[in-house]
């Protein structure tokens, strides 16, 4: 099935089978079973009985106990986060933890400035915080990989642990090479006496969350801790299901219960940055739930805004303000203002980049069908910027892309993003001997390069890409979940219903149906570009569904071509508009094409 932008399958061979209208059931129900989920009540439980004790996670153990037997010696304790929202989370929750458990603990954070020293720990850094009279560095959301470094510190004296959930650099007969730490914690090391039991793929917020809950466990010598320990858990679940969203893991298992319990505990939340990051994001606490494209599209891009631009210590400080209090309350408000203007200035410098890259790539043939890969510099392109810039570009043009800040010194350092199917990171190991450095995984890297050498990365990735990258893969993919018709979708209740399978993510996206032979009685264009699409279908009875296309705009004469045609099927997501009070149903399309 072909519409007029993307290539439509099923997403599986029962979703072929299930036929609105004909088959017994509810919507969702049968969204579930397109999706060949066996038993949807276990699927969709999402309780406190999903989540893995600390002993379903390699280290998390020791790792808990070495830590409470630090805040019980007095030692000087350093955490070393990342700058995204997920490091941030992460070490807020070691911090808010250990401070919790004394009083006098000598705890402080340090994140990296990706314009200075980069991601992870580095030989400088490690020294530099050994020199401040530093004992113990807990290296969270990074340090897999940091051998050199690690080495360098022990050397110094300095006592380093890993808690990470990176990517292991693999020896020559593809063994995993561990960092030199007193204790590794990654949920893809293997579990002793753990039945199978545990997720391989935690953020690195979750692996934080578990391991403070061993270090409360060995420090009150249970499972039974005081209230305030219980409640600062309760604290850290939240942020570790936050990380899970804003880091894009797989929303199955015990993801998706961290995630539904964020969810849901997030409104009513003790940390006081929190609330006043949500309130400023435009939910206000008494809105009601906060779905996962509030994290998505609000939390998330307000809090990465800050290491995309420079320092991200003003998040750790939202995250770890004191007890509740006019002071504290009035600070986490101030904070959460600064970091939304933050955030404004990152959305205008990435348009720009989008926009600019665009046109560069489209003028300079590198949209062309024999073209499959794109790679631009620019000196005004931030490399903070050009990752989230690199994902926009890649869901217009469907291929992998590339983009550089190319910096006074003589080197390009970018980012790129990939397609379903594609490793960029094998595409950049093919072009090694152009590079100054690369690292990442499949769908996503970082690199650097000589800016004078940037056509000869683009001709080697062109070729790599030519080889591993058919044509039709160029062509962006829907996956559909079962049939369905606009009369089953044109009251509250029924998309609801629809709407109760979230958390939606990787591993369970945001359903997609398809409604066949359909005619809008309403056609307009709106928006400042005239680039969005809203139809409206009869439902049953006199009710109306409205359906909106974002972005439908550069495909507006094949679109009005298909309607003016006759009917039309179209792929869409059933959602919820909520607008000054009222609730209605909407249909989120992402193609439509002319029946057949």
């Known amino acids: 099935?072909?519409?007029?932008?993307?290539?439509?399958?099923?997403?599986?061979?029962?979703?072929?089978?299930?036929?609105?209208?004909?088959?017994?059931?509810?919507?969702?129900?049968?969204?579930?079973?397109?999706?060949?989920?066996?038993?949807?009540?276990?699927?969709?439980?999402?309780?406190?009985?999903?989540?893995?004790?600390?002993?379903?996670?390699?280290?998390?153990?020791?790792?808990?106990?070495?830590?409470?037997?630090?805040?019980?010696?007095?030692?000087?304790?350093?955490?070393?986060?990342?700058?995204?929202?997920?490091?941030?989370?992460?070490?807020?929750?070691?911090?808010?933890?250990?401070?919790?458990?004394?009083?006098?603990?000598?705890?402080?954070?340090?994140?990296?400035?990706?314009?200075?020293?980069?991601?992870?720990?580095?030989?400088?850094?490690?020294?530099?915080?050994?020199?401040?009279?530093?004992?113990?560095?807990?290296?969270?959301?990074?340090?897999?990989?940091?051998?050199?470094?690690?080495?360098?510190?022990?050397?110094?004296?300095?006592?380093?642990?890993?808690?990470?959930?990176?990517?292991?650099?693999?020896?020559?007969?593809?063994?995993?090479?561990?960092?030199?730490?007193?204790?590794?914690?990654?949920?893809?090391?293997?579990?002793?006496?753990?039945?199978?039991?545990?997720?391989?793929?935690?953020?690195?917020?979750?692996?934080?969350?578990?391991?403070?809950?061993?270090?409360?466990?060995?420090?009150?010598?249970?499972?039974?801790?005081?209230?305030?320990?219980?409640?600062?858990?309760?604290?850290?679940?939240?942020?570790?299901?936050?990380?899970?969203?804003?880091?894009?893991?797989?929303?199955?298992?015990?993801?998706?219960?961290?995630?539904?319990?964020?969810?849901?505990?997030?409104?009513?939340?003790?940390?006081?940055?929190?609330?006043?990051?949500?309130?400023?994001?435009?939910?206000?606490?008494?809105?009601?739930?906060?779905?996962?494209?509030?994290?998505?599209?609000?939390?998330?891009?307000?809090?990465?805004?800050?290491?995309?631009?420079?320092?991200?210590?003003?998040?750790?400080?939202?995250?770890?303000?004191?007890?509740?209090?006019?002071a504290t309350s009035a600070r986490a408000a101030e904070l959460a203002a600064e970091i939304s203007a933050t955030n404004l200035e990152r959305r205008a410098a990435e348009r720009a980049i989008v926009e600019e890259a665009t046109a560069r790539a489209e003028a300079e043939g590198q949209t062309a069908e024999d073209h499959p890969v794109i790679v631009l510099g620019d000196p005004n392109w931030k490399r903070g910027l050009v990752g989230p810039a690199c994902a926009k570009i890649v869901d217009r043009f469907a291929r992998p892309v590339i983009l550089f800040e190319e910096c006074d010194d003589g080197i390009a350092r970018g980012s790129a993003r990939s397609i379903h199917g594609y490793s960029i990171h094998d595409g950049l190991a093919a072009a090694a001997p152009l590079l100054e450095s690369f690292g990442g995984h499949a769908a996503a890297a970082g690199c650097s390069i000589r800016t004078a050498r940037l056509k000869e990365l683009e001709a080697a990735l062109v070729d790599h890409a030519r080889q591993e990258i058919a044509a039709v893969d160029l062509t962006p993919i829907v996956e559909i979940d079962c049939r369905a018709v606009i009369e089953e979708m044109d009251e509250v209740e029924d998309v609801q219903g629809v709407r109760e399978l979230a958390p939606f993510g990787p591993g369970h996206p945001r359903p997609s149906v398809l409604v066949e032979t359909v005619r809008p009685i309403e056609t307009r264009w709106v928006g400042q570009d005239q680039g969005t699409l809203q139809l409206r279908f009869a439902g049953a009875g006199a009710r109306t569904v409205k359906a909106v296309w974002f972005g439908a705009g550069r495909h507006r004469d094949a679109i009005e071509s298909a309607i003016k045609g006759g009917a039309i099927d179209i792929v869409a997501t059933p959602d919820l508009n909520r607008w000054r009070g009222r609730v209605e149903p909407n249909l989120m399309i992402q193609d439509l094409r002319a029946s057949t």
Request: hydrophobic share 45%.
């Open 1 to 326: 099935m072909q519409g007029i932008v993307s290539k439509w399958k099923w997403r599986s061979p029962s979703a072929a089978a299930v036929a609105g209208g004909n088959t017994p059931g509810p919507l969702a129900d049968r969204v579930l079973r397109g999706r060949e989920i066996k038993d949807p009540v276990a699927f969709l439980d999402d309780g406190y009985g999903r989540v893995v004790p600390p002993e379903g996670l390699s280290g998390a153990v020791e790792a808990g106990r070495r830590l409470s037997e630090a805040i019980a010696a007095g030692r000087r304790i350093v955490i070393h986060g990342d700058y995204d929202f997920d490091g941030i989370a992460a070490s807020a929750i070691l911090a808010r933890s250990l401070r919790l458990l004394s009083s006098e603990a000598d705890v402080r954070v340090v994140l990296p400035d990706r314009y200075q020293g980069g991601y992870g720990l580095s030989v400088e850094g490690l020294r530099r915080i050994r020199e401040e009279g530093a004992e113990l560095v807990i290296a969270v959301d990074c340090g897999i990989t940091a051998i050199e470094p690690i080495e360098a510190g022990r050397a110094d004296g300095l006592e380093v642990m890993v808690l990470d959930h990176h990517t292991f650099i693999l020896d020559p007969r593809g063994e995993r090479v561990l960092p030199p730490a007193s204790v590794v914690v990654h949920p893809g090391l293997p579990v002793e006496d753990s039945n199978g039991v545990g997720t391989d793929h935690l953020c690195g917020a979750a692996v934080a969350f578990k391991v403070v809950w061993a270090m409360a466990r060995s420090h009150f010598g249970s499972d039974r801790v005081p209230a305030v320990m219980k409640r600062e858990l309760v604290e850290a679940t939240i942020l570790a299901g936050l990380g899970t969203i804003a880091d894009v893991m797989p929303l199955v298992e015990e993801n998706r219960a961290l995630a539904a319990l964020a969810l849901r505990g997030l409104p009513n939340s003790g940390i006081s940055g929190l609330r006043a990051l949500l309130v400023e994001s435009g939910h206000g606490l008494q809105d009601g739930p906060v779905h996962e494209e509030t994290v998505q599209f609000q939390l998330a891009p307000r809090i990465n805004a800050l290491g995309r631009f420079g320092s991200a210590m003003p998040a750790i400080e939202l995250l770890t303000l004191p007890e509740e209090g006019d």
